[in-house]
């Protein structure tokens, strides 16, 4: 596995939409830009990126929990493929192995881990969806942190990112569940 670079991001939110205080609400991502070995190619086997998926789940969401003050509520995860690969690529990544050692590194995480993967071109950005750790429905959990590189993903490579957030939106008021 070949990494570029990792980047950490680290957003603090202490005011809702309309200026009032509220509880502070961090939100953190952490980002690898590495080498995509299967670009230009076209290949059926891609286990390569479900163990790479592993080592950068561990060590994306370690990063995170060293700076995180406070348990995590919420978790995602999300890809940016450079333009010779394919989205499958960054799904490869994310779904069969990298969950499993961001929930260790968090201490747990029953629900899904929302997910989110695209291709594009150098310095684009993604919507990081964020969603309860444990609990699928609690809806003031379900957020986004935009997410993105200014020299990456190359055509060869893809940014990985893992997110964490400290707890639900400001003023969330949509309610834990369908009716």
Known sequence: MKIRKTLLIEETVETDEFGAACDPL???????????PFAGIDADDLSELFEMGARLGDRLAGQIMHRLDGAPTGYGKAAIVGSEGVAEHGAA???????????????????????????????????????????????????????????????????????????????????????
Not at 147 to 165: F, Q, S, T
């Open 26 to 36: 961090i939100r953190m991502a952490a980002l690898a830009v590495l080498e995509n």
């Open 93 to 179: 990544l994310l779904h069969p192995m990298l969950g499993k050692p961001v929930r260790a590194a968090i201490g747990g995480g029953k629900a899904l881990m929302p997910s989110n993967v695209k291709v594009a071109a150098l310095g684009d950005t993604i919507d990081l969806p964020l969603g309860h750790k444990d609990e699928a429905w609690a809806f003031n959990f379900i957020d986004t942190l935009s997410v993105g590189i200014a020299d990456a993903p190359r055509a060869n490579e893809i940014v990985l990112c893992v997110g964490i957030a400290s707890g639900a939106r400001p003023r969330a008021r949509v309610g834990d569940g369908p009716r």
